[in-house]
C-alpha cells in the first residue's frame, strides 16, 4: 500500500491524526501505569522516552502505509507472568509476532475471535482482580473510587478519548473539593488554638476562615500557621489582620508561624 501524498494538506486527515495521536498516547500511559505494577522489580518506565518511541515508530508506520500501534497491557501482562525480566521478551516477542503473520496467516485466520475475546476478557479481570485493586480502591474514599468507576462507565458508553476526558474532569473537581475542604483547619489544644493554612487558600475559603475564627472563646491564645501554605489570597489575609487588630478586645492573643520565604506576610505579628 502507497500513502497518497496528497492527502497531507486535507485538514481532516489532520483531525484524524490528531486523534490517533491522542487515543495511542492514553492508551499507552494507561498501559505502562498497569505494566509497573505488574513488574515483580517494581521498576518506573520512562514515559518520554516511551511516548517519543511511539511516535517514531507510528510515523515510520504511516509512511509505509502501516497502521498505528500503542503498547498493549496483554502482551506486557504474558510478559510478566511469564518471569520475563528484560527488554529482551518484548523485542522477541515482536519477532515471533512479525514471523507468524509472514508464514502463518492462514493458520491465524482460523482462530475464532470468540477466543481472543475470551483471552482479553481474563486478562482484563485479572488486572482489575475485585480483591487486589477494587477493595483497596473503595477502602481509600469516594475521592479515589468515584473518578474512576465514572470514566469506567463513560468508556463503555462513548469511547476511551471521550472517558478519559470526563475522568480527568471528575477528578479534577474532585481534587479541587478536598483542597478546598482541608486548607483551612482550627484545631484546639486546651486555652490554645491553632488555625492552620495549608497548600493553596482561595478567596472562596474566605467564609470558613470568618466562621472558624468566631469559634474562639475569650482569652484564648491563637498561633496561625502559614508553614505550609503555598498561596494565601489577599482576601485571607485581610481577613486574619482585622481579626488580629480587633482580638485585644476578646482578650485573645495572636501569633503566626510562618515558613522562611513568607516573612513578608502578616508583618505585624510575631
Known amino acids: 500500500m502507497v500513502p497518497r501524498w496528497d492527502a497531507i494538506s486535507q485538514p481532516a486527515v489532520w483531525a484524524t491524526a490528531l486523534t490517533l495521536a491522542l487515543i495511542a498516547s492514553l492508551e ?16 518506573v ?30 502482551r506486557t501482562s504474558v510478559n510478566a507472568q511469564a518471569g520475563a525480566q528484560t527488554r529482551w521478551s518484548a523485542i522477541l516477542h515482536g519477532v515471533i509476532l512479525a514471523l507468524s503473520v509472514v508464514l502463518l ?14 483471552i482479553l ?14 477493595a483497596p480502591l473503595v477502602k481509600q474514599g469516594a475521592l479515589q473510587w468515584v473518578p474512576f468507576a465514572l470514566t469506567v462507565v463513560a468508556i463503555l458508553l462513548t469511547d476511551l478519548l471521550r472517558g478519559i476526558a470526563l475522568g480527568l474532569l471528575v477528578a479534577t473537581v474532585f481534587i479541587a ?21 495549608r497548600r493553596n487558600v482561595s478567596f472562596l475559603n474566605k467564609g470558613k476562615l470568618k466562621e472558624s475564627l468566631e469559634k474562639l472563646p475569650r482569652g484564648c491564645d491563637l ?25 485585644g478586645l476578646k482578650g485573645v492573643t495572636v501569633s503566626v508561624r510562618r515558613a522562611a520565604h513568607q516573612s513578608h ?3 505585624p505579628w510575631s
Not at 52 to 69: E, R
Not at 121 to 134: E, N, R, S, W
Request: hydrophobic letters at 45%; zero cysteines.
Open 105 to 118: 496467516t492462514s493458520v491465524l485466520n482460523q482462530i475464532p475471535l470468540a477466543t481472543l475475546a475470551a
Open 223 to 247: 498561633l496561625v500557621d502559614i508553614s505550609q501554605a503555598d498561596f494565601i489570597d489577599p482576601d485571607i489575609v485581610e481577613v486574619i489582620h482585622d481579626y488580629a487588630t480587633h482580638a
Open 121 to 134: 476478557i481474563a486478562t482484563g479481570y485479572k488486572l482489575t482482580h475485585p480483591k487486589k485493586v477494587i
Open 265 to 267: 506576610i502578616l508583618e
Open 177 to 197: 473539593f478536598n483542597d478546598f475542604r482541608s486548607s483551612i483547619s482550627l484545631t484546639n489544644l486546651g486555652t490554645n488554638y491553632i488555625l492552620q493554612l
Open 28 to 43: 499507552s500511559l494507561l498501559s505502562i501505569e498497569a505494566a509497573d505494577r505488574l513488574d515483580p522489580l517494581k521498576r
Open 45 to 74: 518506565t520512562p514515559t518520554n522516552r516511551e511516548l517519543m518511541a511511539q511516535g517514531a515508530g507510528n510515523m515510520v508506520s504511516g509512511f509505509l502505509g502501516g497502521l498505528p500501534v500503542t503498547s498493549v497491557v496483554v
